[in-house]
Structures are given as C-alpha cells and as structure tokens.
C-alpha cells in the first residue's frame, strides 16, 4: 500500500485540499502527515480538522507546538500569526469541537518509526531532525559545509529518515550529498542497500525552493508503483493550486503579514 508524506501545510487549505485530492485521483488511501499543520496561513481550523480526518497518523512540528503551548523563538510575523491561530482556536463555539482539536494538538508525537504496509524498509519520521525532533533544520548546502552536522544526524539514522521543516524537498544521502527532485530520474529516489538517507517530502502549503506548486511524496513498497525496486522508492510530485485564494485570505487578516501571501507566488 503506497504511503503519501505531507508536511507544512502551515493553515493553506487551498492547498491542502488540491494535494489530498492528486493523492486520490493516484489512488493512494493512507496518508501520514510530518507536522505544522498550522501557523502562517488563514485556515487553521479546517486544516486541522482534514488532518484529523485523512490522516493516520501526524506529527507535531514547531509551529503546532507554538500555537499548543508558546511560539518560542519565532520571528515577529510568525509568532503574531501563532498568537491569531490560538484565538481562533478559542472562538469555536462548540465546546465539544474545541476539546477535540486540542486534544488532536496535545496527542501529537515528535517521532515514529513504522514500515510501511507492503514496505520493506524501516522508515524514520520526525519534523525536523532526528537529533532535534521539532526545531533543527537540515538545510540542503549542510551536505557540503556542515559535514559534522550531518554525521550527527546520519549516526542516529538506521536506514531512511522522512522529514520537513525546511519546505525544500530532495534527498540527503551519508556521502553526504543533496538532490533535488529535478536530479532524480523521474523524481524518484529508490532505497538501496548500504545507503542511508534523510528525505525531505517539501512543503504543501509554503514551499520554499522557489517552485510555488505544492509539494508532497509518495512512499512505494517493493511490488508497488511503476519503478518495482527491490527496496522500494519514494517520488516527489509538485501540484499547483489556488494561491491566489489563499493570498486574499492572508491580506484580509490584519494580524497575518501580507508578506506570508506574497512569498507563496515565489516560492521562497
């Protein structure tokens, strides 16, 4: 059964949306979901709430734990859109609606360790990094000038580690090295034997790689997919949406940056 990884989501539910349905459209049932559900974005509640529906399981990123219990060093824009996010939390009238988006909230975990259905390799998935769960940034030039930093994470890696955090997607392998999708024959990454590696699965609603569709990946077992790799493969896909919508959404909100709807035509 093909996993789909969505991560960063940051309250873009025009964006959302448009991924979970090329997920259906793949025929791809079971989605797993690497935390900041919320923060920057108009839609945090609706957000949440698909999450809490299509999701079988999530993680818990910096930005939902801000909005849960205190936006610690966040920059000026995304600790006010932190602040807002909470207050819309709290203007839900039905008592028995509120309780279960914070108890969703409060039940997330900073780390899982599962194989797929119909998998056979082991997969780590965290927000950030496996060192720091939620908070620590693995950026793509920390292949070349951070060699320490990545054997720190690589030591604490058994096989593939999935995560998000930078909203850039590709892949870090213990060379160490970084590819993006664009230098992946069709996108793809396929597991081998005797490489280890960090996968970045993008951001669907912030990307940051100065490519403003929506970003995801898909997860394929052995016998699943096109590729039909020993190990199984993982494959980037990129959906363009309605970022207008959401941009609109944002300047209508006088405590959201205008800024946070402007950077979503660029991708940065």
Same mark, same amino acid.
């Given at each position: 059964?093909?996993?789909?990884? #969505?991560?960063?989501? %940051?309250?873009?539910?025009?964006?959302?949306?448009?991924?979970?349905?090329?997920?259906?459209?793949?025929?791809?049932?079971?989605? #797993?979901? !690497?935390?900041?559900?919320?923060?920057?974005?108009?839609?945090?509640? $609706?957000?949440?709430?698909?999450?809490?529906?299509?999701?079988?399981?999530?993680?818990?990123? /910096?930005?939902?734990?801000?909005?849960?219990? @205190?936006?610690? /060093?966040?920059?000026?824009?995304?600790?006010?859109?932190?602040?807002?996010?909470?207050?819309?939390?709290?203007? @839900?009238?039905? @008592?028995?609606?509120?309780? @279960?988006?914070?108890?969703?909230?409060?039940?997330?975990?900073?780390?899982?360790?599962?194989?797929?259905?119909?998998?056979?390799?082991? !997969?780590?998935?965290?927000?950030?990094?496996?060192?720091? &769960?939620?908070?620590?940034?693995?950026?793509?030039?920390?292949?070349? /000038?951070? &060699?320490?930093?990545?054997?720190?994470?690589?030591?604490?890696?058994?096989?593939?580690? #999935?995560?998000?955090?930078? %909203?850039?997607?590709?892949?870090?392998?213990? $060379?160490?090295?970084?590819?993006?999708?664009? $230098? !992946?024959?069709?996108?793809?990454?396929?597991?081998?034997?005797?490489?280890?590696?960090?996968?970045?699965? =993008?951001?669907? +609603?912030?990307?940051?790689?100065?490519?403003?569709?929506?970003?995801?990946? #898909?997860?394929?077992?052995?016998?699943? =997919?096109?590729?039909?790799?020993? !190990? =199984?493969?993982?494959?980037?896909?990129?959906?363009?949406?309605?970022?207008?919508?959401?941009?609109?959404?944002?300047?209508?909100?006088? $405590?959201?940056?205008?800024?946070? +709807?402007?950077?979503?035509?660029?991708?940065?």
């Amino acid at each position: 059964m093909p996993t789909a990884v #969505i991560s960063d989501i %940051h309250a873009n539910a025009s964006a959302l949306k448009t991924v979970l349905e090329d997920i259906d459209r793949r025929g791809v049932s079971r989605i #797993i979901c !690497l935390g900041d559900i919320v923060g920057y974005g108009p839609d945090p509640l $609706e957000c949440v709430d698909l999450v809490r529906q299509r999701c079988a399981w999530s993680l818990m990123g /910096n930005h939902d734990f801000g909005v849960l219990y @205190e936006p610690t /060093n966040f920059n000026p824009g995304a600790e006010s859109a932190a602040f807002w996010t909470r207050e819309q939390f709290a203007k @839900e009238p039905s @008592e028995k609606l509120l309780a @279960e988006r914070y108890d969703f909230l409060g039940r997330l975990r900073v780390r899982v360790v599962e194989t797929p259905p119909g998998g056979a390799v082991p !997969l780590l998935a965290v927000h950030g990094s496996p060192r720091r &769960p939620i908070n620590e940034y693995i950026f793509p030039d920390d292949a070349m /000038n951070g &060699p320490d930093k990545m054997q720190g994470i690589f030591e604490r890696v058994d096989k593939v580690c #999935i995560v998000g955090h930078t %909203h850039v997607p590709g892949v870090f392998t213990d $060379e160490p090295d970084f590819y993006p999708p664009s $230098e !992946l024959g069709d996108a793809c990454y396929r597991f081998m034997e005797g490489e280890k590696a960090v996968v970045n699965v =993008g951001s669907v +609603g912030q990307p940051r790689d100065l490519d403003p569709r929506a970003s995801y990946a #898909i997860v394929f077992g052995p016998d699943e =997919g096109a590729q039909k790799t020993p !190990l =199984g493969y993982v494959q980037f896909v990129r959906v363009p949406y309605d970022i207008d919508a959401t941009a609109s959404k944002i300047r209508g909100i006088p $405590e959201l940056s205008d800024w946070l +709807g402007e950077r979503l035509y660029d991708g940065r």
